[in-house]
């Protein structure tokens, strides 16, 4: 039984994995998000929250990744 | 950048056999050095060229391509640094740049070769790049670093089977060490010279998409990857009407839109690397990423992450400020004193001393007396980077810089400009966006530097009364503080207007990569000291140099026929007195009487009264008018001018001129000249005003165009003068007849 939830809501050491970027939004911002590899079916971890509570590091198979949770929200993750 | 014209291959092919290479008749070939940022490319680009390297504007933006010569025994490398970048799918000037080049726009040739830096503990996601350059067609390298890093985790690659997925030459370096720069030197010679099979497109699409491909290709008269990236909707100049019409029936026929065929062109390509890396690496590497990650876990904690940023920031300014204190000294002592004294010594006084000493000596010592802050700003900045901790800053900060419209990038050097905007200005190049790095560059003279200080120092200590205010908070302190929250203030609400007017766009999104920590390197770390100082010292310090040049004219000129020649007599006269200390005193007090006269008659005397009806409103005089423009070589000359026009001598001190100012008073109507409001007015006009022909020199220098540093001059100046004004009109309503 697999939940859906965006990368934002991800608890830390939380890990999912990409079931896709909404591009309704944003196109131009969905195909960066691919290109730096959060492709569908990638392996990604929550790490933690800056300390001001923006932006969030993930972990996108062995890659530190820091993007806004305003990104991270466009993100979808398949919990298992 | 000379192509190998299509004769030199062919003798390059013909000849040896018969003739034995001579050293002079190398060959030289034009090689791009490509890879993602933090992937080495920088390192290796360093130990193949080493100082051989220089840095060219790109033109008409102002980001730079390092250039370098690489000599080996037959062939000469041109080689070209180009910036990081994670994709040819340009989304940043710095990628626009490198897919330019790459392509050959612009009438420039492309380049003969292609080396793409692969860092070999990031295979997987470095391998995106690879793909893309590939896929451009021209003879390419793979060269895998941080091999050493990666061997001692047990992590290893299978370089022929690399080789052979991709279908160009792998070769690993460790580049420091010199290890690998033989063969790659071996692999270059042998790809520009043997023709270069362009190998097929490894990943795959959708069956249908793919299908649709292979099927409409032959009748477009393209081949499958031109036709694919007009369905792609990525308009190449091979992109012509009618391709663009047979890849609008192809989506029609499939129901995709263009933004879908790029997603299954992205996700393919992911698939086909990640396949491929997991086919040749021997062993996972984990154990950096583990590494990494165990430090993040203490330097981005939500309590100490922040304490520990500040500590850094903290020692980090605290020893800008007292390690360049000695060399600054030493700088002025020696372009202040000792060669004036020299050639005091040498020469009779006169129009050529005064040029020499306040002119020429104090020009140069303007411009080197920044050298030592610069250095050691730099020294910690480019350890920040180095070894991974400044995206952690930047990513840390990025939610404080966010609300007014920049990124976390942009705090390092606004908090640079604390000490001096020049260093801030230079620091800026670590921002990506080039919105983010303007705005940075144009709100960071806001920030109180070190030279406003040595201003606000004398002002307060003569008009501000050390009262206490609150607990142990004083009226002195408190002036201090709030002028620097003006300052900061006033670039928070400047770069957040300026990001929705002149500036506007949409808020770069934040897809920051943090890496791996390692231990910084001297040699890059030595080579980036250098370049700062040469860049400094050629480009922003001849511009500073002619400005004190033009300024010391300015105060010295034209002079007084008539009061030269009293002065003479004057002199004269002290002179056939018998040597008594109190001959020198007189002399003393007939030079300093004689500076102020001077600076009277001069051009500069001229201009402040001129402008006096401009800064009435302010309640400024004339003198002050004087003040403000000798300001223009660097603020803290304001002290040294007042030192001059009160006459109590450019280097007296404090003391004996806050007496002289306190006693001035307007001739026509016997107010006061100097009242706390002014003195406050004045504060108020320093905290605002670009006062500072070095930093316009240096944003003219980042910028590559007066256009921006006109434009930061005059907003500064309209909102120092407004600044200004509402302060006096406040203040006198608030204190009413006191101060009229």
Redesign the interface.
Known sequence: MSRIKTLAQLAPGQTGRVAG?C?NRN???????????L??G?VVQY?????????I?V?V????????R??AEAVMVEID | MEPVSAQTRHTGKAVPAIVPPVISERRSYTVALVGNPNSGKTTLFNALTGLRQKVANYPGVTIETKTGHWQRDRAIFHLIDLPGCYSLVPRSPDEAIAADLLLGKDAQPPPDAIICVVDVNNLARHLYLVGQIIEIGRPVIVVLTMVDDARRRGRSIDIEKLAAHLGVPVIEVIATAGIGLDQIAIALERIVEEPWIVPARAYTLPPALEHAISEYAPQAGATAMQLLACVAGQHTPACTAKLKQIAGQIRDKLGVDEETVRRFIIEGRYTWQREIARAVVRHDGRAVVDRTRRLDAVLLHPAFGLAILVAILSFMFQAVFTWAAVPMDAIGYVTGTWLPSLTTHLLAPGPLRSLINDGVLAGVGSVVVFLPQILILFFFLTILEDSGYMSRAAFILDRIMFTVGLSGRSFIPLLSSFACAIPGIMATRTVPHPRDRLTTMLVAPLMTCSARLVVYTLLIAAFVPDQPVWGPFRLQGVTLFSLYTLGIVAAAVTAALFRRTILRGPTPPLLLELPAYRKPRLRTLALTLLERARLFLTTAGTIIFAASIVLWALFSYPRDSAHEKTFVAARQTILQQPDTPGRATALAALEQQTAAERLQHSAAGYIGRAIEPVLRPLGFDWKIGIGILGSLAAREVFVSTMGVVYGVGSDNDDQSLIGRLKADHNPKTGAPVWTPLVAITLMVFYAFALQCVSTIAVMRRETNSWKWPAFAFAYMGVLAYGAALLTRHIGQYLLGPLTK
Request: no cysteine.
């Open positions: 970027v591009e196109h131009e911002l969905a195909a960066r998000i691919l290109e730096i590899g492709v569908r990638t790490l933690r929250a800056a300390p001001l509570g923006d932006p590091e972990d198979e062995g890659f530190l990744l820091a993007l806004r305003n990104e």
